[in-house]
């Protein structure tokens, strides 16, 4: 089990969009996160006629490393981490460290 999912609440640590919260998108198997409104970058595409994509600056989210975010905790208002423990019927689940509750209710 990983420890951060799909539409998590994170928290950006480190980078130029440091303190920005937003919820994560998509995860890659190479450690990356791609996070809704974090890492814009700008590039300049050429037109393609066979496709119809119109050439200009265009704007796209890119990958951030997972090593750059924190799961946002609700109830201290802060970046936490997670840890694991199992539940009444041996299954795993997720929780913060600092407080110990449930992050998946």
Same mark, same amino acid.
């Given at each position: 089990m990983k420890k951060l999912k799909k539409n998590d609440d994170i928290i950006v640590i480190a980078g130029k969009d440091k303190g920005k919260r937003a919820t994560v998108t998509s995860i890659t198997s190479t450690n990356k996160v791609l996070v809704q409104g974090v890492n814009i970058i700008k590039k300049h595409q050429k037109p393609n006629?066979?496709?119809?994509?119109?050439?200009?600056?265009? =704007?796209?989210?890119?990958p951030i490393d997972i090593s750059n975010i924190a799961i946002f905790n609700f109830s201290t208002k802060k970046a936490d981490r997670i840890?694991?423990?199992?539940? =009444?019927?041996?299954?795993?689940?997720?929780?913060?460290?600092?407080?110990?509750?449930?992050?998946?209710n």
């Open positions: 006629p066979s496709t119809g994509a119109s050439g200009g600056i265009v =704007e796209i989210a890119k840890g694991f423990t199992l539940d =009444e019927k041996n299954r795993k689940k997720r929780i913060f460290r600092s407080t110990g509750e449930l992050v998946d």
